[in-house]
């Protein structure tokens, strides 16, 4: 009887077990979103593409899809050093049982802190490392993953928002004569965003805007 009683209990001490491992990884999915907005160059990229449409003034040209698509692109093409890192010295030793879930956790960290570290503003880090009574670190692996994840996406708003004012300021320039020219000759009731908006696409097109907005991205990494 005994025995049949601690059977029972090793089994529905197992169905715990499995209920509680689906459970988080159920919520390591879908915190996946967030975790590749928030520790890969996807803030600045799709910032800076959603600059680009609302300073042409396209409405809805590239749409939603494509900007995101070619953001995720972008992004793996930017990380995949750091991804190859993560996952030969993390993924693969862990899949082979080389190394505890911890470990891999620890290994993982390390090249996402180099790359955060290198876009992030010593400042905004101080920000973060004064509000919760850190010590100031003598070394990139010595700064908290949670305190250096919220520093490296204050400065990526930053460094997107720069880039974004500077792309704006050609269009800006043709709005301002477009609607100068118009009210010089009384036009007041035509829509100035009429009569520039072919002139804009037609400039982004004789620059080469999308080549040289990419290039500035890479670049910027």
């Not at 750091?82 to 899949?95: C, R, W």
């Not at 509000?131 to 520093?151: G, M, N, R, S």
């Not at 300021?169 to 020219?181: K, R």
């Amino acid at each position: 009887m005994n025995e049949i009683m601690n059977a029972l209990g090793n089994s529905s001490a197992n169905t715990v077990s499995t209920s509680v491992k689906l459970l988080l990884l159920m919520t390591v999915l879908s915190l996946a979103p967030s975790i590749l907005i928030l520790l890969t160059s996807f803030t600045r990229i799709v910032i800076v593409l959603s600059f680009v449409r609302t300073s042409l003034g396209t409405q809805q040209a590239p749409p939603n899809q494509v900007i995101i698509g070619l953001a995720l692109f972008l992004t793996f093409f930017i990380m995949a050093p750091t991804f190859s890192q993560v996952n030969k010295e993390a993924l693969t030793p862990l899949f082979n049982d080389k190394i505890t879930l911890e470990q891999a956790y620890d290994k993982a960290q390390v090249p996402f802190k180099e790359f955060m570290s290198k876009q992030t503003r010593q400042k905004d880090l101080q920000l973060f490392l004064d509000y919760a009574h850190e010590k100031q670190p003598k070394d990139i692996q010595d700064i908290p993953i949670t305190t250096l994840v919220p520093a490296f996406a204050l400065s990526e708003l930053k460094t997107a928002f720069q880039l974004g004012f500077m792309i704006f300021i050609p269009f800006l320039v043709i709005d301002m004569v477009v609607a100068s020219v118009l009210m010089s000759m009384g036009m007041m009731m035509l829509p100035p965003v009429t009569i520039s908006l072919p002139f804009k696409i037609l400039l982004f097109v004789l620059v080469d805007g999308w080549y040289l907005v990419i290039k500035s991205l890479l670049e910027s990494f």
